[in-house]
Each structure stands twice: as structure tokens, then as C-alpha cells.
């Protein structure tokens, strides 16, 4: 039988792992933080732990050994409790798959063959047959699909002739692509976690010491927190925690910070969903933005001014704010260029020193972004990163960084995090344009606005129109220029969270082709302002309700096109960021009214760490 060709494995998955838990109760500990890591993944989860309690005597190497209990579910965990026993260290894992079905065989974590070592794994092995071959003949037998169990049966094998250190940095050393591993050993009692891509950060609670693929899980527990870089490893025992860097083999001086994340910012707050809670947030990171704006806003306002070419960069919503940066700037002079960052390593060649690269990111972690930044680097250009997530790999590679300060966002579909870098690369237009006061006043309007808007009252129609909308396959979307972009992430939110076919086109693309698709009733949401498109957005609303288009107007005017209006504030050049948050709120109730998870909407992850 023909091995079966591989799909390359995309694994944004949660890690979570413990040692000296404090209650005795690690499993537990372990399950409370992959909660709070499903938005990283959520088809699986398994939990690893020491069996305190069983010893076995292992004839060939005479002495007591201790063995791993394990326990391993399909489906999200929910409100799941662990039946795992009582203990101190324990590892997790919650999966996001790709590559070998959703199983609880191929859930993490992965046992070696003795049954004395588990393995948890996020990205890819890209050598992955290479390896499972040259084990396979080595004896160690399999019984998962997935690429993650080798990792497990290399260290075993290093375990042969070195200690548990020097094995899983010799096996991970063997991985090729970008991974993350941690690696629980129940006879040194030891845990190894090694970085290269996906993210790893170690929480410290006196003797406690925590790991996970994202500092928020260990927020309500840890007071300070340690972030690994990229080739770097941690070595956890009961007795320590040593930091090693992969290359030098040799120990590194550990930068601690105080862990600046509250409990609340993990919990819903009294809100039904994240996705709620953080859309509710907006007004107030505006007006925050407003008040007191990041101190490099000027900076790199002046070196968009100095620099001889200006890119914007970007994945998904990232992206679309990258071509807000467009129009934008156009209104200050600048023409600035926007990449979807998984198409612009092929447009680097074009870069030098003279070119400024601004990346944007909410989680500062996403592969494709942070290749496109290092082949710009690689050609000597200028950095800058407008990011949400601090201390992120964005941050690190960056000169000059904007920290949009919207807090974790733990909704996979983003919100807050996109009006915030939105709000930010405005702000950055009009502040090289010298009107960086007077737009800081229009921002805190706007946020006084926008929190009526956001009011149940104001929510009332955008319920309704949900309910009408329920049964719907397709939706369009059309605007004219701020609205195009504004009309991209509109729809985009409605295909994340409501799985909804909705597509956006700019108003004048409808005739060149895509008027084809309207029939009698097709819903087409228009987009608009009182600007200076207005009359070209109602004209081309007229031309689909000619041929039977049902017009849902987002704006803040009312007319006789519109079937149905949804009022949002009059802001000028901010109207679009209120349409951007009505699209939002629909989004969020088509979510609810089909029967979706806004927060965790299906084959989504929040941070994509692959390319
Ligand atoms: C947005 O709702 C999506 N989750 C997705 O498109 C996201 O914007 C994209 O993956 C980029 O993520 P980043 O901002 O963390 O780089």
C-alpha cells in the first residue's frame, strides 16, 4: 500500500504546562489554562500527568520506573472536568487539526514507546517521513497519524546515551519547519520546552512555573513571566527553571518581566462571548487612543516622511487595514503601497534601504507576516510593527513599534484589535499631515458616538436585520472608496463568524462582471458616508435593486433605495470605522442566530503560525 501523501500539518495549537502546582492538583491546573487556549485551537485535547502512585520495575536497567497517565477527547472542553488523579506536573495540549483526522489517537500528548515520556507539539515537522522512517527501523512503533508522535519516539531514542536536557534539544535540533515542543519526562520528573516559531512563555509563581503558548493562560496564577525567543529552551524541575539558548548549547540569563495581564482580561466579564465583550470595548480604546496615543506615533510619522517608499503589510483583517493605509495617506500626499503578506516575499526583491516596511498584527505571530517582515529586513529596509500582542516575535524583529494597547483579544474573529490598528494608521496619516491634535479630538467624538451606537437600542435594528438574513447562503457587499476596504472586513467578519458566503465588491467593479450573480432578493449590504461618493454609492445601489437586489443601507443617512437601513454615526472619514463595527455586530448575531461559536467559529484559530 502507497504511503498516503501527507497534507502539510498547520498547527496553531494551545500548549499548557505545569510544575509544582501548588493545589497538588496539576491536571486540573492544566485544563483551566487550555480553556483559556482554545481560541488557539479547538477539535481536540488531551492532558498528560506523573502517576504518582504506580512504579514499575523495569528488568533490563534493574530499577523503579514511573509511568505517564494520560487522557485524550475529541471536541471542545467546554465545561469538561479532568479525571486524571492528584500531582504536581503535568503537561496539555488543545489541537487545532489538519493533517490525521480529528481522534483521540491523534490528540496531544504523544507517549514514546515505554510509556515514561509525553510529547506536546504546535507547527509543523516538515521531515516529518524522514524521521518516522529511520525510527521506524529502529524498532519504535507508532499508533498516530500525526507528525507531532515523533517527536516523542526521537527523544526516546536520544534518551538512549544522553539525559533528558541534552535529548529533547539533540531531537529538536533534528526537527526541520517551525515548532514548538514540550516534552514531560516522569522519571527525572522534568519538563523541556523548545522555541523556534510558535510562541512559549514560562509564568513564575515562586516555586510554581508554568508554560504555555500564550502568557494570558497562566495570568490568573503567575506573577511574573519569561517569553522565549526564537532557538531558545526551558528546563523545568521541581528544584529550578534554566533558561538554554539552542545554538550556543549554553545557559542564557533569563529576561523576567512582571506579568502586566489581570484575570479579567481572560474572563468574559459578564458578557455572553468574547467576541461581545471586546467588540463592547471599542469606544473606550478609541477614546484611550485619543488621550494618550502610543509615544512613537510621531516618530514614525516623521520616517514615513523621510522614507523613499512605504509598504503596508498584513494577513486577513491585518491586510484590510493595510489598504485603509492607502486612501488614508492619499489624503496626506503619501502614496504608500499595502502587500497581503503571503504575496510579498516575491516583491522584495524591489526593497532597500530606503524602504519603510510597516507590519501589521494583532498577535504578532503570524508566519506569513513575520516572513514578509524578515525578507524586507534581509534587504536593509525600515521596520515598523502597529501590533496588539506585547513582547511578540513582530516586536522583537521591529525598530519601531506601536503598540495599539486593545488588550488580549481572545475572540478568533477580531474586533477590537482591527479598529484599534485602524484607528492608529489614521491617526498616523493625519499626523504627518499635521493634524494630529485636531484628529485626536475628532477620535474622542467619534468614541462618544460610537458608545451610543453600541447602546441595545442602537443594536435593535442590526438584531433584526440577522433574523432576516438568517437563511441566507449569500450576501454582497459594496462601498466606495473608504467603504471598499471598509466593505472587505465587513465581509469578511460575516464569512468568520456566520459562515455565510458574503463577498465585497467596490462599487464601480458591480458592472465589469459580478451584477451577473444578482437575482431577485439577493441580499447587497451598501456601505456608505455623507462624503463625497455618496451619490455613486446610491447609483449603484440603484443598478442591483434594478434587477432585484434587496439594499441594506449602512449609513448615516436614510433613502428611498435602501429596502433596509441600519443608522450608524456621521463622523466624516470615521463613518466607515462605525459601518466596519455595524458588520461586526451583524456578524455577531447571524453567528448566534445559525447556531455558531462567535468565539471559536469552525477551522479557525486566532493566531496562524504557519505559513
Ligand atoms: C480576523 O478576524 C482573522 N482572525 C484573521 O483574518 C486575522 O486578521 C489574520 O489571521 C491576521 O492575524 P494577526 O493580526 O494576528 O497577524
Request: proline fraction near 2%; include cysteine.
Amino acid at each position: 500500500m502507497q504511503p498516503r501523501r501527507l497534507k502539510k500539518e498547520i498547527s496553531m495549537c494551545g500548549i499548557f504546562a505545569v510544575v509544582n502546582d501548588s493545589g497538588n492538583q496539576a491536571a486540573q491546573t492544566v485544563m483551566e489554562g487550555l480553556k483559556i487556549l482554545e481560541y488557539r485551537g479547538y477539535d481536540s485535547w488531551g492532558i498528560a500527568l506523573i502517576d504518582q502512585k504506580l512504579k514499575i520495575k523495569d528488568k533490563k536497567f534493574r530499577k523503579y520506573i514511573k509511568k505517564i497517565i494520560i487522557e485524550k477527547h475529541v471536541g471542545k472542553i467546554g465545561k469538561a472536568k479532568t479525571v486524571l488523579p492528584a500531582g504536581r506536573t503535568a503537561i496539555g495540549h488543545t489541537r487545532w487539526a489538519t493533517h490525521g483526522g480529528v481522534t483521540a489517537r491523534n490528540a496531544h500528548p504523544h507517549l514514546d514507546c515505554t510509556g515514561t515520556l509525553a510529547v506536546i507539539h504546535n507547527g509543523i515537522i516538515e521531515n516529518y517521513r524522514e524521521l518516522k522512517q529511520d525510527l521506524a527501523i529502529k524498532g519504535h512503533k507508532f499508533v498516530s497519524e500525526t507528525d507531532s508522535e515523533i517527536a516523542a519516539h526521537l527523544i526516546e531514542q536520544e534518551l538512549k546515551n544522553k539525559d533528558i536536557k541534552k535529548a529533547v534539544f539533540s531531537a529538536f535540533d533534528k526537527l526541520k519547519g517551525l515548532n514548538a515542543i514540550v516534552a514531560l519526562d516522569a522519571n527525572s520528573n522534568t519538563i523541556v520546552g523548545c522555541r523556534y516559531g510558535s510562541p512559549l512563555a514560562v509564568g513564575l509563581n515562586q516555586n510554581e512555573y508554568f508554560l504555555a503558548s500564550d502568557a494570558i493562560a497562566f495570568a490568573n496564577r503567575a506573577k511574573k513571566v519569561i517569553y522565549l525567543k526564537d532557538r531558545q529552551a526551558v528546563v523545568m524541575t521541581s528544584k529550578s527553571i534554566k533558561l538554554y539558548d539552542l545554538d550556543k548549547k549554553k545557559l542564557v540569563k533569563p529576561e523576567i518581566k512582571e506579568l502586566n495581564l489581570k484575570k479579567q482580561d481572560a474572563d468574559k466579564s459578564g458578557y455572553r462571548h468574547f467576541y461581545l465583550k471586546e467588540a463592547m470595548q471599542e469606544p473606550g480604546i478609541i477614546k484611550n487612543i485619543s488621550e494618550k496615543p502610543d509615544k512613537n506615533i510621531q516618530k514614525l510619522a516623521k520616517v514615513i516622511k523621510q522614507a523613499e517608499k512605504t509598504i503596508f503589510f498584513g494577513c486577513g483583517s491585518a491586510y484590510f487595514c493595510s489598504l485603509f493605509a492607502k486612501y488614508f495617506f492619499a489624503e496626506a500626499g503619501i502614496d504608500v503601497q499595502a502587500f497581503q503578506a503571503h504575496e510579498y516575499e516575491y516583491f522584495a526583491k524591489l526593497a532597500d534601504k530606503n524602504t519603510l516596511g510597516i507590519a501589521i498584527s494583532q498577535s504578532g505571530e503570524t508566519a506569513d507576516t513575520l516572513l514578509a517582515a524578515k525578507a524586507l529586513k534581509a534587504k536593509k529596509a525600515e521596520l515598523a510593527g502597529i501590533l496588539n500582542a506585547k513582547f511578540s516575535s513582530l516586536e522583537r524583529l521591529s525598530d519601531i513599534v506601536i503598540n495599539v494597547q486593545a488588550g488580549p483579544e481572545i475572540a478568533v474573529v477580531s474586533t477590537k484589535a482591527f479598529i484599534a490598528q485602524l484607528t492608529y494608521v489614521y491617526l498616523l496619516s493625519r499626523t504627518v499631515k499635521g493634524l494630529y491634535k485636531k484628529t485626536c479630538s475628532d477620535l474622542a467624538l467619534f468614541a462618544k458616538n460610537l458608545n451610543g451606537f453600541l447602546k441595545p437600542a442602537g443594536m435593535q435594528k442590526i438584531k433584526k436585520l440577522a433574523l432576516k438574513l438568517a437563511d441566507k447562503q449569500n450576501i454582497f457587499v459594496t462601498g466606495k472608496n473608504l467603504n471598499y476596504p471598509a466593505g472587505l472586513e465587513f465581509a469578511l467578519k460575516l464569512k468568520e463568524a456566520s459562515y455565510i458566503h458574503a463577498e465585497a465588491f467596490a462599487c464601480g467593479e458591480l458592472k465589469h462582471g459580478v451584477i451577473s450573480l444578482i437575482e431577485q432578493g439577493t441580499p447587497c449590504t451598501v456601505l456608505a458616508d455623507n462624503l463625497k461618493y455618496k451619490a455613486d454609492s446610491l447609483s449603484s445601489a440603484e443598478e442591483v435593486k434594478a434587477r432585484g437586489g434587496y439594499i441594506i443601507g449602512i449609513a448615516p443617512f436614510e433613502s428611498e433605495v435602501f429596502d433596509y437601513h441600519v443608522r450608524v454615526p456621521d463622523a466624516g472619514r470615521l463613518t466607515c470605522f462605525a459601518n466596519i463595527i455595524a458588520g461586526q455586530m451583524l456578524a455577531y448575531f447571524l453567528s448566534l442566530v445559525r447556531g455558531a461559536d462567535p468565539d471559536k467559529p469552525r477551522n479557525l484559530a486566532k493566531s496562524v503560525t504557519v505559513k
